[in-house]
Every structure is written in C-alpha cells, then in structure tokens.
C-alpha cells in the first residue's frame, strides 16, 4: 500500500548539508584552489588601481612583487602537473585579463625606471649584475625546473627594467623577457630541456654583453 511520507519529519530535519569533501586531503585541494583564484583576483585589482593611479608606484610595485611570488606558490600547490592557469581561469569563467597578463606573460610589474641618481644607479647595475651571475648559475648546475628559474628570471628583469635611459626595445630586456615569457605559459612543475638550456644560457650570456655595453655607454 502507498503511504505518504512523513512531511513533519521531514521539514524538522531542515535543509541537507553538501560536503564539497570527504577527506582531508580533498579539503586542502579545494583550498589551494581558492588560494590561486583569490591571488589572480587580487592582481586583477592591483592592476585597475594602479591604472587609475590609486595607489602609488612603491605601493603597487611592492605588493605586485608580492602577489607574483605568491602567484607562483599557489599555482604549483593548486595545479601541479594537472592543468595550466590559462585552463584554470578558463574552467572557472575568470575574467581577468589584466591579471592574465601580468602573472602569464609578463611576470614583473609594470616596468618603473628608476631616477637617475648617481647612488641609486650604482646599487641598480650591482643588484642586476648579481642577478645575472645567480641566474647563468642556476643554468649551469642544472635546475631547469620552472619554478627555479622563473623567479631568478623575474628579479633579473625587474632589475634591469629599473635601469635609467635604456631605449624601449633594450636587446638585454627583449632577451630575458622572452624567456621570461615563455616560462610563464609552463607549469610550475615542468622543466626545460637541456636543449632550451644551452639556448637560455647562451641568450643570458648575451644579454650580459648588452648590459655591459650599456654601461660603458653611461660612462
């Protein structure tokens, strides 16, 4: 026989609560993946302010350096070896295009040229000089994975960005930043062949010989 179901019943144990998660470990996939999200949306709006001069150009180039670091953590715990950013921003209708760029393409802030105070250049061209010692470094003991190399790559070019009358298309700048470019569309897991490899060294040891002719030209 039919019997109706126990409506009181029902509406006293209230509405069902949806477990987005059965384990721990499934917990902290799902929290890593608000991680990335929250960090690309902060930088989407770092990005408007900045471009409506909100904030100022220290502000934004300290917390843009920041949210890139933290960009590149994030990526790695939330993606690993499963999908791209580009994949991800899909997968969840970001609309983001600033962020996209900035955290994709560029991987440095906007690029700010420092005055051209005598002290202040000096520290620049050693800072830089540093970074193109600590990357070529890197190539040639073999730690070719992404999230090695990007970031010795992002301060080498956010260095040299700082560097006082270099022309718009700097040989040095174009160089780093292709690669810079190129490893910014990888995921933070891969790696670069030892091909790609030689290619990045030799460009790097180039892009030192533009460097230093810059500075010859400055003296």
């Known amino acids: 026989m039919y019997s109706r179901p126990n409506m009181?019943?029902?509406k006293s144990?209230?509405?069902?609560?949806?477990?987005?998660?059965e384990s721990m470990k499934e917990r902290e996939a799902y929290e890593n993946l608000a991680d990335l999200y929250t960090v690309i949306v902060a930088t989407e709006h770092l990005e408007r302010a900045y471009a409506r001069d909100a904030i100022t150009q220290k502000?934004?180039?300290?917390?843009?350096?920041?949210?890139?670091?933290?960009?590149?953590l994030a990526e790695k715990a939330a993606l690993g070896s499963s999908m791209t950013t580009e994949t991800f921003m899909q997968l969840y209708q970001m609309d983001c295009p600033r962020a996209r760029e900035r955290l994709l393409r560029m991987g440095v802030p906007e690029q700010i040229k420092s005055s051209d105070d005598g002290?202040?250049?000096a520290v620049t061209v050693?800072?830089?000089?540093?970074?193109?010692?600590?990357?070529?470094d890197a190539v040639k003991l073999e730690q070719w994975a992404v999230d090695e190399l990007q970031p010795l790559l992002s301060d080498l070019m956010d260095a040299l960005t700082q560097l006082p009358e270099t022309p718009n298309d700097f040989e040095a700048n174009r160089k780093v930043q292709t690669w810079l470019q190129k490893?910014?569309?990888?995921?933070?897991?891969?790696?670069?062949d030892a091909d790609d490899a030689r290619q990045l060294y030799h460009d790097l040891d180039s892009a030192y010989a533009d460097f230093t002719r810059y500075l010859k030209r400055k003296k």
């Open 59 to 72: 502000e934004y180039t300290t917390e843009c350096n920041k949210l890139i670091s933290q960009f590149r």
């Open 183 to 192: 490893l910014n569309s990888m995921r933070a897991v891969d790696q670069i």
């Open 126 to 136: 050693a800072e830089t000089v540093q970074h193109f010692i600590t990357t070529m």
């Open 119 to 121: 002290h202040h250049v």
């Open 13 to 21: 144990e209230g509405p069902q609560e949806i477990e987005l998660f």
């Open 8 to 10: 009181e019943r029902t």
